[in-house]
C-alpha cells in the first residue's frame, strides 16, 4: 500500500524483536518468519531504489533458506531477487532465481507461491522480449491466484506485465483490456503500489498504439508520478522518464525527449542499475 519508508521501518524492528533468531516462531508456522521478513525489506528497499541493500537483505533471506532447507523462504527470496533484477534490467540474473523458485516449487504447493514463481520466470521472459512465453507464463500465474483465492492484492502486477506482453506480441486490444483490468483491480483493492506499476504498464501499452492518444498516455505518466509521491516507490521515477521521452520522440519534440532521457539516466545510475541506464545512453545516442 504504501508509504514503502514505513514498510522498511517495520521490517527493521521485526529484526529487532526477534534479534535476528532465524528459528523463532517457525515451529509454529512451518517456515522462518524472519527469513521472510528480510524478503519484505528488500522489496521496499528495491522500490525505494536503494537496490543494492535490497540485493544485501534478499542474500540473507537465500542464506536462511540454504542453512534451514527452508522452501518457503527460499522461493519468496528468489522471487524478490527477480524483482530487484528487474529494478536493475539485468534479465541473465532474474532468469536465474526464477528457475531456482521453480526448482523449489517441487517442495510445496502453496498457491501464493507457485504463482510468485512463474510470476518471476514470466519476469524473465518479458524483457528478453520473447512474449509467447511470456504470454503462457503470466496467464498460468493469474489462473492459479484466481482459482486458490491467493494473493490477490498482486493479482494486478501480474495482469499489468500480461498486458506488455500482449502488447509486445501484437495483440493490442487484449492489451488495452488487460491494462485497464490491472489499473481497476489496483484501485479497488488499494494497492497502491502494484497500481503505480500498473499505470506506467498501460502508458507503454497506449504509447504503442500511436501519438494521438498523447492525453491519455500523459494523464497516466501523471498519475504515475503522483502515485510515487504518496508511496516511496522511487525507483520507478526513472522509467516514468524514459516513457515520457517515448512521448516526446513521438511528437518530434527533440529538445524534451533528450530532457527526460538524461534525467533518466542519471536517475538509474544513481539507484545502481547499470545496465538500465546504458540502454537509455544508447537512446540518447540515437
Do not use: N
Request: proline residues 2%.
Amino acid at each position: 500500500m504504501g508509504p514503502l519508508r514505513e514498510a522498511l521501518a517495520v521490517a527493521e524492528e521485526a529484526e529487532a524483536l526477534c534479534e535476528g533468531d532465524a528459528e523463532l516462531g517457525a515451529e509454529a508456522t512451518g517456515f522462518s518468519p524472519f527469513g521472510a521478513s528480510l524478503t519484505h525489506r528488500a522489496v521496499a528497499l528495491a522500490q525505494l531504489g536503494r537496490l543494492a541493500e535490497a540485493e544485501r537483505q534478499v542474500g540473507r533471506a537465500l542464506e536462511i533458506a540454504r542453512h534451514r532447507k527452508d522452501a518457503e523462504v527460499g522461493i519468496l527470496g528468489h522471487v524478490i531477487a527477480t524483482l530487484v533484477w528487474d529494478l536493475a534490467g539485468d534479465g541473465g540474473q532474474i532468469l536465474r532465481h526464477a528457475r531456482q523458485a521453480i526448482e523449489l516449487i517441487a517442495v510445496t504447493a502453496e498457491g501464493t507461491l507457485h504463482a510468485g514463481a512463474l510470476s518471476a520466470l514470466g519476469t524473465a521472459h518479458l524483457l528478453a522480449h520473447e512474449w509467447l512465453e511470456a504470454i503462457a507464463t503470466f496467464e498460468r500465474a493469474v489462473e492459479i491466484r484466481r482459482r486458490r483465492r491467493v494473493g490477490l492484492p498482486l493479482e494486478p502486477r501480474l495482469l499489468a506485465a500480461l498486458a506488455e506482453a500482449y502488447c509486445g506480441a501484437g495483440a493490442i486490444d487484449r492489451a488495452r483490456e488487460t491494462a485497464d483490468l490491472a489499473v481497476a483491480l489496483a484501485r479497488e483493492r488499494a494497492a497502491r503500489v502494484v497500481e503505480l506499476k500498473a499505470v506506467i504498464s498501460r502508458a507503454r501499452v497506449w504509447l504503442a498504439c500511436g501519438a494521438e492518444h498523447a492525453e491519455r498516455i500523459e494523464a497516466d505518466l501523471h498519475d504515475a508520478m503522483a502515485l510515487v509521491e504518496a508511496t516511496d516507490a522511487f525507483a520507478y521515477v526513472p522509467q516514468i522518464h524514459v516513457e515520457r521521452a517515448r512521448l516526446a520522440g513521438m511528437r518530434a519534440d527533440h529538445a524534451t525527449r533528450r530532457r527526460e532521457l538524461d534525467e533518466a539516466h542519471r536517475l538509474f545510475t544513481e539507484m545502481g542499475a547499470p545496465l538500465r541506464a546504458a540502454q537509455v545512453m544508447g537512446e540518447l545516442e540515437r
